[in-house]
């Protein structure tokens, strides 16, 4: 059994397991890197985190198992620009991300009047809003410190659950 830092099953392997998904050695690696993640890593980055905790990890095996939870509806695949695709567990709740274009940094954020007004613009237009997505790409103004960014989506961020 794959544990968190906190010694719980991750959310992850509880995900595959749900589905029937054999759960490898390997696989269990790349399910906790994963759920410990708190950035959308690519495949190379996945690599590169799964190789320390387990050197036999080879870059093929975590393309493969990125495909599965990817075919599974365990992972969502993301395109913030750039070359590389990049991943997030399925359904961590209403969240938003503004990408920094010169960076590449990604920003998770929640704002409330955004997910209010969706709702309301979808009930105008006779629909229950199932899902959204929304991703800003933007540029840091000069004068405003990453760290301010930082503090402000995180500040944002609670009341969001994540695993």
Known sequence: MVM???GLQTRIE???IERGLKMT??????ARVLSEAHDHPDVEELYRRASLLDGRISVATVYRTVRLLEENGILERRDFGGSR???ETTGEGDH???????????VEFTHADHAELLRRITAELGFD???HRLELFARRLPD????????VAQTQRKGRSRP
């Open 14 to 16: 509880r995900m595959c």
């Open 129 to 131: 809003l199932v899902s």
């Open 144 to 151: 405003v410190p990453e760290e301010q960014t930082t503090q």
């Open 25 to 30: 050695g390997q696989r269990r690696v790349i």
């Open 96 to 106: 938003y991300h503004l990408i920094d274009v010169e960076s590449g940094q990604v």
């Open 4 to 6: 968190d830092s906190n």
């Open 85 to 87: 695709a990049r991943y």
